[in-house]
């Protein structure tokens, strides 16, 4: 990870990380939350990652119109994470909704693994320029709200830090090595040379749905995964339509 001033952004620096620090990152989180987190079907336990590996619990509270989560970290790096409510209610009677309240927990994972330090108190600092109890009243900063067009989107409008989120998130609820060779499994298993033979054939939506379904997550993230991985090619002969 590197980081540079950065005027524009809310803490005056950016974070940049390589891609494969996205897939580090969150292997060692969900490493710490077990084997047991992955069920064929069910995909992820997220709720499990955030109480063993965050070690908290995300809470399910009104959130204004549009925010799906925000994580609201602390100056000696404490976090809590919270999630809509009205969503967390959808998710009860949908499995579109169900897989929008996985894909912003992940998200929120993600805010956690990347960005505590942008909040984190510099003590060192501190004790050479505060007097008295001014540091107890430095101020925890605002909390990242996460919109509905950040989650899982492909427009950020200059927000790094969703878009850093969202490739946590990616690697966090489709595995590389794991959603590799699944999706390879099932190429094989139909007899397709590669991807793009699956997709010539015919089978590229069938491909993505079984995925989908194992891992619990939308079609259209299955989809950009399978093409970030190299599993599928990208552009126009993409022309594949999903049900959610």
């Not at 009205?86 to 998710?91: G, H, I, M, P």
């Not at 805010?111 to 009243?137: P, Q």
């Not at 950020?156 to 794991?178: F, I, S």
């Amino acid at each position: 990870m590197k980081s540079w001033p950065d005027p524009k952004s809310p803490w005056g620096k950016q974070l940049r990380f390589e891609d494969n620090e996205f897939e580090a990152i969150m292997d060692e989180m969900r490493g710490r939350a077990g084997s047991e987190c992955f069920t064929p079907g069910k995909g992820i336990d997220v709720d499990l990652v955030v109480l063993r590996a965050v070690d908290t619990e995300a809470d399910y509270v009104g959130l204004p119109p549009g925010v799906l989560g925000r994580s609201i970290f602390g100056p000696d790096g404490s976090v809590k994470i919270e999630i809509s409510r009205t969503l967390s209610d959808e998710a009860e009677h949908g499995r579109v909704a169900r897989r929008r309240l996985r894909t912003t927990v992940a998200h929120e994972c993600g805010h956690v693994a990347c960005h505590r330090g942008l909040f984190i108190r510099d003590t060192e600092t501190l004790s050479l320029f505060a007097t008295g109890d001014a540091s107890s009243s430095i101020k925890a900063k605002p909390p990242i709200l996460c919109r509905a067009e950040s989650v899982n989107h492909s427009s950020y409008n200059g927000e790094w830090w969703e878009y850093q989120a969202n490739r946590c998130m990616a690697a966090l609820l489709l595995p590389k090595k794991m959603f590799s060779a699944s999706a390879k499994q099932r190429l094989a298993g139909g007899g397709f040379k590669s991807g793009e033979d699956c997709l010539k054939r015919g089978y590229g939506e069938s491909l993505v749905r079984e995925l989908s379904d194992e891992y619990d997550v939308s079609q259209q993230a299955t989809l950009f995964r399978l093409q970030a991985l190299a599993l599928l090619p990208s552009g126009n002969q993409m022309r594949l339509s999903f049900s959610d």
